[in-house]
């Protein structure tokens, strides 16, 4: 077995680990706490950072990526610079949205 056959074997073993796990938690969760809305309303705040991670991680595979690549090909400092402005953009978006989040979450949680 080749080298790159036995990293993609390793890989796949380990995706398939983590679902497994992540099936059990489903089941521990659901025979502990019962099929609830209160469950269900864990379920959802669980896929909200898993959405963003996951839109995170495309658009740094399909579009920052190659572009640092890119620009590290023209310098060094051009690299540095295009990281520094995407760490920025990317802080102040989570610092505007965590913001608004907070200001509605009042609203959003009255009894």
Known sequence: ?????????????????????????NIVIAAVFGLTRSVDAFYAAQM?????MVLCIDFLG???????????????????????SIVTIVSLFTLIVSA?????SVYLFEA
């Not at 909200?48 to 963003?52: D, E, K, N, T």
């Not at 590290?72 to 990281?83: F, G, V």
């Not at 608004?100 to 509605?104: Q, S």
């Open 1 to 25: 077995m080749s080298s790159s056959s036995r990293k993609l074997l390793t890989t796949n073993v380990v995706v398939v680990l983590t679902l497994v796990v992540g099936f059990a938690n």
């Open 100 to 104: 608004a989040l907070a200001a509605v």
């Open 62 to 84: 399909k579009n920052f990526l190659p572009t640092l690549a890119r620009a590290k090909r023209e310098s060094e400092e051009l690299a540095s610079e295009l990281t520094s």
């Open 48 to 52: 909200l950072p898993v959405l963003f």
